[in-house]
């Protein structure tokens, strides 16, 4: 059993994520919002309605929601049979043969080779045991050429809206370059991740992540990074505690969103930003990535 699974469960906090999307009370629920958002503009952008659309680690069914609001006839699949619950009850307006829910765990898809055009894996990984069988899954159930989207929420963005967490990071650096791995570990922002600490040669991305992290271990697994990008600022804090008020914190975000974007500057800031967002394309120059690597290794 995952550990993180109970998360997700009536007693827990399945409530919260279908609740939050319509009454943010957090800065990061506005952000949620927003990705939601950016996952279904992207679609709508790039894929005609006839496409084939997996939301994987679909919650809710917010995302399926907009997708099947703008015609698009979509799949589901989520871990957890309480998620799924609230999926089907806010699904319940569409016609049943517009979408399908499936109980499954991203690293075993009950889905055939190459079934799908877009994967649309929103806040997932951080979650997942086994991150190189979960992003071959994807790989497989992708069509030739097929596009993954992904988002993680970013380490610096945490690190650099407290300056608590700011003089952590600036003690975990010292304690690399001094040599001190129990003390680069212990002070990891948010803790060392125990599967990485457990397993360091893997492919680990835990729950706040680096991009460059995120980048070079799809890449290196059988896609292509066609575009990365990123929203959503701050909170500002002090010893994790917020100091604005959540509509404060919610315009600054925005206003520096926008002024970023304005300014052209927008790809330097999404290295910062709160919510990363990455397009990957399935890389038919490599028809198996993970005997590639093993050859490379030996």
């Not at 699949?77 to 089907?88: F, G, I, Q």
């Not at 994967?119 to 071959?136: K, Q, S």
């Not at 271990?217 to 959503?232: H, K, M, P, Q, T």
């Not at 974007?261 to 999404?270: G, Q, S, T």
Request: aromatic content about 10%; overall charge positive.
């Amino acid at each position: 059993m995952n550990q993180y699974d109970d998360l997700f469960t009536f007693s827990k906090d399945a409530q919260l994520w279908r609740e939050l999307y319509e009454k943010p009370t957090q800065l990061y629920h506005h952000h949620m919002a927003r990705r939601r958002d950016y996952a279904h503009a992207y679609t709508l952008r790039r894929f005609d309605k006839t496409a084939s659309v997996l939301d994987l680690g679909c919650g809710a069914g917010v995302l399926m929601e907009r997708l099947l609001e703008s015609g698009y006839k979509t799949t589901g699949a989520d871990v957890s049979e309480d998620m799924l619950a609230l999926a089907r009850e806010r699904l319940s307006r569409f016609p049943a043969g517009d979408f399908r829910l499936w109980q499954a765990n991203c690293e075993s898809l009950p889905f055939r080779d190459g079934e799908f055009d877009v994967v649309l894996c929103m806040g997932v990984f951080g979650y997942v045991e086994d991150v190189d069988r979960a992003v071959a899954e994807i790989r497989r159930v992708l069509k030739p050429g097929g596009i993954f989207l992904m988002s993680v929420r970013n380490r610096a963005n945490n690190i650099l809206s407290d300056p608590y967490r700011t003089t952590v990071w600036g003690l975990r650096q010292l304690g690399r370059l001094v040599g001190l791995r129990s003390l680069k570990r212990k002070l990891a922002p948010g803790g060392a991740s125990s599967r990485e600490a457990a397993d360091p040669d893997r492919f680990h991305i835990v729950i706040y992540d680096s991009p460059g992290n995120v980048i070079r271990g799809v890449s290196a697994r059988g896609f292509s990074l066609e575009l990365f990008d990123g929203f959503g600022f701050g909170p500002i804090s002090l010893f994790k505690k917020e100091l604005l008020p959540v509509s404060a914190s919610v315009k600054l975000s925005d206003w520096l969103n926008r002024t970023f974007r304005r300014m052209k500057v927008a790809p330097l800031a999404a290295r910062l930003a709160d919510v990363s967002m990455y397009v990957f394309r399935k890389d038919e120059t490599n028809p198996d990535p993970a005997r590639s690597r093993a050859v490379a290794g030996s």
